[in-house]
C-alpha cells in the first residue's frame, strides 16, 4: 500500500489573504505643533501681508481725500472726497487741461496685449527649435541668445532709436490703421526676447521626446507639432510669459518719454508724468496730489484684474519648474 505524500497528508493549500492596504504617508508641510513657533510663524506672514498690502490701501485712501489731507496719514477719510476720479477724466477746476486717461488706458491695454501676444508666440516658437531640433552650434547659438541679456538697455537705446528713425516710424502718422511712433513700444517683440526663449526651452526639454516622434509618424509636421503638442502642455509656461510681459509693457514708461509726443498717444504711465508735472508745485500747481493718485489705482486695477486670472497658471508653472529639479 502506497504511503500519501506529504502535500496529499496536509489537505489542499489554503489561499493566502491579502495583505492589508498601507494608508499612504501624508506629505504635507505642517507648522510645528509648538504655539511659541506657529505664533511667530503667523505674525512673520502677517507682517508680510501688511508690508505689500499696506502702500496700496494708503493709495486708494489718498485718492478719496480732498488736498489738503491726502498727506495725514489716514487709513479712514476725514472727509471723502469721490469726484477725485471723476477729475481725472475732466480735470482739475482750475487747470485748463483735460486729461485724456480714457485715451490712455486703451492705448496701454492694446498696446501691452499686442507686445505680450507677440513675444509669447515668437519666444515659443525659437524656443521650441532649441529644445527640439539637433544642429550644428544649437549650444552656441543658444548662448549667444542668452549673452544678450547681460547688455544693459541703455547701451542698445540710442541705435535702436535711430533705427526706428530711419524706418519714419518716430514721427506723426499712422501705419496699417496705428500710429507710427507707437510701434517701438511693441513691434521689437516679434522677435523673441531671451528670457521668455529660455523660460520656455526649459518646459520644451520636459516633454517626452516619444510624443514628437508618434505625431511624426502620424503625418505631423514641424508646424503642427508646435500647435497641437508642444503648445497645450507648455501652456501654463506661456500664460506666465504673456503675464510678465503684459505687466512690463504696462508700468514701461523709458520708452513712452523717447517715442511719444502727442497727448492723444500716451500710455497711462506717460499720461501720469504729464499729470504729475501739471498738478505739481514744481509745474506751478496747486499739489493736486489726490487726482495724481486716483490715476494711479485706475491704472493699477487692470494689473490687478490680469494676475487673478492668470494666478492659477502662474502658480502651476513655477510648480512643474519645481517637479522638474
Not at 125 to 145: I, K, Q, T
Not at 203 to 219: K, N, T
Request: aromatic content about 16%.
Amino acid at each position: 500500500m502506497s504511503q500519501a505524500s506529504p502535500v496529499q497528508a496536509q489537505g489542499p493549500a489554503q489561499p493566502i489573504p491579502p495583505a492589508p492596504p498601507v494608508a499612504p504617508q501624508e506629505r504635507r508641510w505642517r507648522p510645528s505643533a509648538r504655539p511659541l513657533t506657529r505664533a511667530l510663524y503667523f505674525a512673520f506672514l502677517a507682517f508680510c501681508t501688511v508690508l505689500f498690502v499696506y502702500p496700496f490701501v494708503w493709495a486708494v485712501s489718498a485718492s478719496l481725500k480732498p488736498r489738503e489731507e491726502v498727506f495725514d496719514n489716514r487709513l479712514i477719510p476725514k472727509h471723502f472726497h469721490p469726484s477725485n476720479y471723476l477729475d481725472v477724466f475732466r480735470g482739475v477746476s482750475d487747470t485748463i487741461y483735460k486729461a485724456q486717461f480714457g485715451t490712455w488706458l486703451w492705448n496701454s491695454l492694446w498696446i501691452a496685449v499686442l507686445a505680450a501676444a507677440t513675444v509669447t508666440i515668437s519666444s515659443a516658437l525659437v524656443a521650441f527649435g532649441f529644445a527640439y531640433f539637433r544642429f550644428p552650434l544649437r549650444n552656441f547659438l543658444f548662448a549667444c541668445v542668452l549673452g544678450t541679456m547681460m547688455l544693459p538697455g541703455v547701451v542698445t537705446l540710442v541705435p535702436t532709436y535711430l533705427i526706428w528713425n530711419k524706418l519714419h516710424f518716430t514721427g506723426p502718422g499712422t501705419f496699417l490703421f496705428l500710429s507710427r511712433n507707437q510701434y517701438p513700444l511693441w513691434a521689437p517683440n516679434l522677435f523673441g526676447s531671451a528670457f521668455y526663449i529660455f523660460l520656455l526651452r526649459q518646459f520644451f526639454l520636459g516633454i517626452p521626446r516619444d510624443l514628437f516622434e508618434a505625431s511624426r509618424m502620424d503625418g505631423d509636421n514641424y508646424w503642427t507639432m508646435f500647435w497641437r503638442i508642444a503648445a497645450p502642455l507648455a501652456k501654463p509656461a506661456m500664460i506666465v510669459t504673456f503675464v510678465f510681459e503684459f505687466k512690463a509693457s504696462w508700468t514701461e514708461l523709458q520708452k513712452t518719454l523717447i517715442y511719444l509726443r502727442d497727448d492723444g498717444a500716451f500710455t497711462v504711465p506717460r499720461g501720469l508724468k504729464t499729470l504729475l508735472d501739471l498738478y505739481g508745485p514744481s509745474a506751478g500747481g496747486h499739489g493736486d496730489y489726490q487726482v495724481i493718485l486716483a490715476a494711479t489705482v485706475l491704472a493699477t486695477l487692470p494689473m490687478i484684474i490680469v494676475f487673478f486670472l492668470g494666478q492659477r497658471f502662474f502658480v502651476e508653472g513655477i510648480a512643474t519648474q519645481g517637479r522638474k529639479g
